[in-house]
């Protein structure tokens, strides 16, 4: 991310926090905007360039988003008045706050365990990855297919999250999208996620102990995302943002294969 665009974003961050009336909607409806903006070549190129002024472009939101709450129709002005480094990263930053948007509303929700639960189905059913994170396939079906699967089984902020990720991928696998939601929602909490990927299940004493040696070197609580994974044979391989921490079995071999090859 360019260095216009982390100024943007941080921006956003400073006005979401400032906001005392948020709603679901707020989040439901920044998404709805990131998609319809998206859809447009047109409009996405006139709000990304840096010599239109956001009074102007504010305005023409104004006028293309009228049925906005109060609180969306702000931040969506902060997020489309700034300056971006590419008309991309704008987009993700639209999507970003208004997840964690989402994130704030949810009260007593863990929506981090539902997104994770939802990405192990969708990795462990070739059938269902495809329905859900094809490029060619109906946005508005896919959208109609997270509802049946989701119903009574997770937050609606959980649902709205996912029904928006689905229906924009724009060239991103749902996997990987679903693990940067959480991220953005643990990071509303102050948690950081760490990935961990082991042969088989662990057990919750294990799971509770590795999350406080975690938290205790990153001074941060930790929310555990486990991912299965029978070709690591065993040990474990912790991801945390950029940082790996690669434990296993499988690890090991190549490792000695390489120096015996050496």
């Known amino acids: 991310m360019g260095s216009a665009s982390r100024g943007a974003l941080s921006t956003a961050k400073d006005a979401l926090a400032a906001e005392k009336s948020l709603k679901r909607e707020t989040g439901e409806q920044l998404l709805s905007a990131q998609r319809s903006i998206a859809s447009s070549k047109q409009l996405l190129a006139l709000l990304a360039d840096p010599a239109i002024e956001a009074a102007e472009k504010s305005a023409l939101m104004g006028r293309i988003f009228t049925g906005l709450e109060p609180a969306a129709a702000r931040l969506l002005g902060v997020l489309t008045g700034a300056r971006w480094s590419r008309p991309e990263q704008l987009l993700d930053g639209i999507e970003e706050i208004g997840i964690r948007a989402l994130a704030r509303t949810a009260k007593g929700a863990s929506l981090e365990p539902e997104l994770f639960a939802f990405g192990a189905a969708v990795a462990s059913d070739n059938e269902l990855e495809l329905a859900v994170g094809s490029k060619l396939g109906d946005p508005t079906a896919k959208a109609a297919l997270v509802e049946k699967l989701l119903a009574k089984k997770a937050s609606p902020e959980t649902v709205a999250i996912v029904r928006h990720l689905v229906q924009s991928p724009r060239g991103r696998r749902i996997g990987a999208l679903l693990t940067t939601a959480a991220r953005y929602v643990a990071d509303e909490a102050g948690a950081l996620v760490a990935t961990v990927t082991a042969a088989k299940p662990i057990s919750e004493t294990q799971r509770r102990t590795l999350a ?26 912790v991801q945390i943002g950029d940082d790996v921490i690669d434990g296993t079995v499988a690890s090991r071999i190549a490792e000695l294969k390489l120096q015996l090859a050496g």
């Open 212 to 237: 406080k040696k975690l938290a205790e070197r990153y001074g941060r609580d930790l929310r555990i995302n486990l991912v299965i994974d029978p070709a690591v044979i065993g040990g474990l391989r």
